[in-house]
């Protein structure tokens, strides 16, 4: 094929007026021109900009569907023909498009077709299985599916074949229900795989064949697809697909498969059978106590204790059966640095906190995970790490040499005490010590330790706290000087001092002022003056208005100012979709103003359609409406659609709870009872560690709503 005929037409082509994920696509034409040249090495650089400008992270352009033509043409023409049909494929696979009408890049790539067909029959057999997955994604249905159903007649190379096959299912997924004849372990590996997968998305019935063939199929590694990363871990993709059905059956079937996977006798095995255990446990919510004593059976050495450690640690309590197995390892070396040992030490923490502390207090210095689990505890289980005598010693040991801390120790330490009270009341000293060293983190800790204890030990950390905030002007300090004593002068000097800088601190600092209310009237200029200063439609920028526009109402009452503010924060946040939690801060701020916020009425009601918006835009309406004006049904629907999707869920309850059982229909209770008993987990997105508690958490605020009166 003459490939200068097929580059006919590129500078024509309005490149300048077209962008891509960097800005103008100017640079479109030389890229081609270096993929299709002789020089292997500029044609691997353009081959990467191309991915990294046309589909940019898995988006697409409108300079992705104008490059479309010459690069099927360059694929066509046998150059670099399996990477240039990789990147066609992405192409017509992306869903996130930017700058151009919807599925455009796709029809472009389809429209390509008769180019791209002919290489179903390519001598390479991995030219071959490129454009099978390529040309399945375009969803041309009526040209490409005959031709991956001919091709698939004719093809005999196994990886080849299973791409070939996973085509046909994409494009017919209801007639990937007869994969299930290609299941015969005669058949090459890939294909079974393939077969397993197409009968999977097919939502065909999970048989005794298909379980015995997924088995045969372990481990899964050489079968994994370099096209789809969801699946990279097959097995884990077999359970979630089961679990995501959501019936009994397929739950019980997606557990035998992790069962076995776990007591298989290799070592490859048992890791793919932890990470489909992990996805499972990610994903249902009887999946940990299911397969807790599994797991416990797979931790057979050093190297699979260390693998399960962090999704022991996830769990919780609940793998306490297998605390027994992370014991032994936990304690190991305590006076060396010992990563493995670190980990199943932080696990431990989460998994049996008593039996932790001695532990952790022998090894306290070397353990940094295990430490930073533990001064995190009430973070993830709403309580404190128990109280241990002698982490206790061991944590005075360290804060009496506060200049020998390092990283995040001085937060990790002060955090465990402060988490004890008055029960860490010994380690005032050392607190005081280390207040003038690390004062962001000693501070909060002091009062917090400080708040109950013996008259002489609180007047020992008052006068520390007064040298420290009134000499050095140290802001924590002098909160807490102001929480244990009642002296607000050095608070307010050190409040004003971080509203006139304007520091990064200017969101903290409003926060404070507004929580002394009144008592903050000195603040006013410095507040309205901050207020001024600030600039830009970045998140961080609308969000310290709304917080100072607060303060400034709870200081002077002044409602006037707060909503003019509000309903700017408002309107510039709605142009940035970057910006939908300044939505949500400037509607909690709403809320508080009651019926003076009425006037932001039309603002909330936008941004019940937004889900992650939703439940503030509730909580808000509802105190600043007119209650007989208040739909309180839809806004019972907005907020349980929040929670369903994953948005705020955490949110959705407050708002559902504001809103009262009287909001709620047939179906609201409905949906409300299997977000509180359903085996599907609601919350699946945010920091991993923290996934699983918060789902739990969830669904015991929804237990409590439903049994409201």
Known sequence: MDLVHLLDGLDARPWHSLS??????????????????????????????????????????????????????????????????????GMAESEDESGVASGAVRVAVAVRLPLLLPLLASPEPEIRRTAAWAVSHTRA????????????????????????????????????????AVLDPSQPAEVRMAAVFASLDADAPWTEPMHKTMLSLLPTAPLRSDFDLERGEPLAAVVEALLGRGRRMERKAAFALVDAA????????????????????????????RLVWSLRAAAVDEESVVAMSSLLGRLGSVAAPAADILVPLAGR??????????????????????????LL??????????????????????????????????????????????GNEPWQLTNLLASWGSEAAPALPELCTALPHCPGQAAPAIASVAADCAPADRARAVT??????????????AKALHDLDG?????????EQDLRRGTSQLREAAGMAGALGPRAAALVPALREALTGTDGDTTPALDTETALAEALWRVTGDTDGVVAVLHSVFSRAEQNPWSRWSVVQAART??????????????????????????????????????????????????LRSAEQDADPEGACDALKALGPDALTGDHERRLAALADGDARVVRSGVEDRVIRQDEALRNRARVLLAAP
């Open 20 to 89: 891509h994920a960097y800005g103008s696509a100017e640079d479109i034409p030389d890229l081609l021109r270096a993929l299709a040249g002789a020089d292997v090495d500029a044609a691997d650089e353009a081959l990467s900009e191309l991915y990294g400008n046309v589909l940019h992270q898995g988006t697409v352009y409108a300079a992705s569907a104008e490059a479309v033509p010459f690069l099927a043409g360059i694929a066509a023409a046998g150059h670099r023909t399996a990477d240039v049909l990789a990147l066609l494929g």
């Open 141 to 180: 249905t009526a040209i490409a599916l005959p031709a991956l159903r001919t091709r698939w007649d004719e093809e005999a190379e196994p990886s080849a074949r299973a791409e070939v096959l996973a085509g046909i299912a994409r494009l017919d997924p209801q007639g990937g229900a007869a994969a299930a």
């Open 262 to 289: 776990l007591h298989d006798g290799r070592a490859e095995v048992r890791a793919e059978g932890l990470w489909a255990a992990d996805r499972a446990c990610m994903l249902s919510r009887s999946a940990p106590r």
């Open 333 to 358: 070396n305590p006076d060396h640095d010992d990563d493995h040992a670190d980990r199943a030490l932080a696990a431990l923490v989460l998994v049996a906190p008593t039996q932790s502390a001695p």
């Open 361 to 406: 207090a022998a090894g306290l210095g070397r353990r940094p995970r295990a430490l930073d689990a533990a001064a995190g505890f009430r973070s993830t289980e709403n309580s404190a790490f128990p109280y241990s005598g002698d982490l206790l010693d061991a944590v005075r040991d360290r804060l009496a040499r506060p200049e020998a801390l390092s």
């Open 464 to 477: 520390s706290l007064r040298a420290v905030a009134a000499e050095l002007g140290v802001l924590p300090a």
């Open 487 to 495: 002296d607000i002068a050095p608070l307010l000097h050190c409040l």
């Open 590 to 639: 709403t809320a508080l103003l009651g019926p003076a916020g009425r006037p932001l009425a039309a603002r909330l009601e936008a941004a019940l359609n937004d889900p992650a918006q939703a439940p503030a835009a509730v909580l808000a309406l509802t105190a600043v409406g007119e209650p007989a004006s208040l739909d309180r049904t839809a806004l019972a629907e907005a907020a």
